[in-house]
Nanobody, 119 residues
Framework: QVQLVESGGGLVQTGGSLTLSCVASGDTICISAKGWYRQAPGKERELVAHITSIGTTTYADSVKGRFTVSKDNAKNTLYLQMNSLKPEDTAVYYC?????????????WGQGTQVTVSS
C-alpha cells in the first residue's frame, strides 16, 4: 500500500498561482501512474491532470495551458503547478496513485488540500 500526503493549498486571488505537492510513502516502487483530482462543493470528483510512469501527461480541457503536472521520482513527490487561477478552480484537490500490474492492486488517495480562488 501507498500513503499520500498533499500540501500547498490555500487562498489566492483570480489570476494567481499555487503549487501543490503530494508526497508518497510505503510501497512506492509499486506506483504506476499518478494523478490530481478535484472536487468542488456539490460536484463529482473530476480528473485534473495525470502522469504515467514514463512521464506522459494528460489534462482536463478546463486546465490545459494553465496547469502543469510533474514528478520527482527521487523524492517520491508529485506536483501540480497552477497558474492563471480562476474562481471555478476552487475545490479540494486530491492526489491519487495507481499500482503497477506486477504489484497487488491499489488506488490510493490523499486527504486532500483546499484551493480557494477569490474573484
Amino acid at each position: 500500500q501507498v500513503q499520500l500526503v498533499e500540501s500547498g493549498g490555500g487562498l489566492v486571488q483570480t489570476g494567481g498561482s499555487l503549487t501543490l505537492s503530494c508526497v508518497a510513502s510505503g510501497d512506492t516502487i509499486c506506483i504506476s501512474a499518478k494523478g490530481w483530482y478535484r472536487q468542488a462543493p456539490g460536484k463529482e470528483r473530476e480528473l485534473v491532470a495525470h502522469i504515467t510512469s514514463i512521464g506522459t501527461t494528460t489534462y482536463a480541457d478546463s486546465v490545459k495551458g494553465r496547469f502543469t503536472v510533474s514528478k520527482d521520482n527521487a523524492k517520491n513527490t508529485l506536483y501540480l503547478q497552477m497558474n492563471s487561477l480562476k474562481p471555478e478552480d476552487t475545490a479540494v484537490y486530491y492526489c491519487n496513485a495507481l499500482s503497477r500490474e506486477v504489484c497487488p492492486h491499489f488506488s490510493s488517495w490523499g486527504q486532500g488540500t483546499q484551493v480557494t480562488v477569490s474573484s
